[in-house]
T-cell receptor
Framework: TQLLEQSPQFLSIQEGENLTVYCNSSSVFSSLQWYRQEPGEGPVLLVTVVTGGEVKKLKRLTFQFGDARKDSSLHITAAQTGDTGLYLCAGANQGAQKLVFGQGTRLTINP | NAGVTQTPKFQVLKTGQSMTLQCAQDMNHEYMSWYRQDPGMGLRLIHYSVGAGITDQGEVPNGYNVSRSTTEDFPLRLLSAAPSQTSVYFC???????????FGPGTRLTVT
């Protein structure tokens, strides 16, 4: 059972546009991570958020953890073709030993 | 420092065959895990280990066995391969479950 729902599942936009992808759950997470995966490779960590309401910025990427620690968003400003990839969120429950992944958002930035 | 290594990179099996996917890490990480990735399904946890000698089941453990005799190695065994096990398998390691996961390059398995 997937505990994390990502939306949209697919997103194709033009270079220069802004976008937001979402990661939602009914469960509370002690921490939430965002990964980016390119074809033929394993996921690579972008950011970890641990505090409700936390906002982290990584150049043109802005990550937010919901106040209740049940959801997160990733906003990309002025998307570039190099942002193309599969974006995955992953959550760890308090006291649990498992990291659960969402199904991913496949992002395509067109030149 | 090689990070997380997985072998083989590609494998084709016939239904009913068994095999072991190898995973090793040289970062002295306690936490290791196996995921499978299917189109539209993200990463689903098969088995995980919080340290040598300790393993537990994830979301989709049926048809797979694991062992953790050393900190470095975490092999995944397919007991009797089925077409439903056709997937890309990723091994990952980290200091703990909520820390950064380091992934191997993956093994693409096809069962015919």
């Amino acid at each position: 059972t997937q505990l994390l729902e990502q939306s949209p599942q697919f997103l194709s936009i033009q270079e220069g546009e802004n976008l937001t992808v979402y990661c939602n759950s009914s469960s509370v997470f002690s921490s939430l991570q965002w990964y980016r995966q390119e074809p033929g490779e394993g996921p690579v960590l972008l950011v970890t958020v641990v505090t409700g309401g936390e906002v982290k910025k990584l150049k043109r990427l802005t990550f937010q953890f919901g106040d209740a620690r049940k959801d997160s968003s990733l906003h990309i400003t002025a998307a570039q073709t190099g942002d193309t990839g599969l974006y995955l969120c992953a959550g760890a429950n308090q006291g649990a030993q498992k990291l659960v992944f969402g199904q991913g958002t496949r992002l395509t930035i067109n030149p | 420092n090689a990070g997380v290594t997985q072998t083989p990179k590609f494998q084709v099996l016939k239904t009913g065959q068994s095999m072991t996917l190898q995973c090793a890490q040289d970062m002295n990480h306690e936490y290791m895990s196996w995921y499978r990735q299917d189109p539209g399904m993200g990463l689903r946890l098969i088995h995980y280990s919080v340290g040598a000698g300790i393993t537990d089941q994830g979301e989709v453990p049926n048809g797979y066995n694991v062992s953790r005799s050393t900190t470095e190695d975490f092999p995944l065994r397919l007991l009797s391969a089925a077409p439903s096990q056709t997937s890309v398998y990723f091994c990952a390691s980290s200091r703990r479950v909520g820390a950064e996961q380091y992934f191997g390059p993956g093994t693409r398995l096809t069962v015919t």
